[in-house]
């Protein structure tokens, strides 16, 4: 007789981790694979270690940047897209 498996919550959650897709994005050259949906700059921002206060997240399109300014605006990701993160504040010279 052979015995019977029942369906386990970790079940789930290991079908459901195989059935998400990933996106990868760059963010000032580091590499970055998330769950493939819609983020907002501020997440991006936090995701890689910035200050939303302090800081604008632009999107890098050929040779042109645009920036997002609106921080809460999601944006859906592109496979390999590439973001740069500027400082609003001035740089110190010493």
């Known amino acids: ?29 580091q590499q970055f694979k ?8 501020r997440e991006l921002l936090i995701i890689a270690g910035d200050d939303p206060a302090e800081t604008t997240l632009q999107l890098k399109q050929g040779n042109e940047l645009q920036k997002l300014t609106d921080l809460d605006k999601p944006i859906r990701l592109k496979n390999g897209e590439h973001f740069v993160v500027f400082h609003n504040t001035p740089t110190p010279v010493s």
């Open 1 to 29: 007789m052979k015995a019977r498996r029942y369906r386990t919550k970790e079940d789930d959650m290991v079908q459901d981790a195989s059935t998400k897709s990933d996106v990868v994005i760059f963010i000032d050259q």
């Open 34 to 41: 998330l769950e493939d949906r819609e983020y907002t700059p």
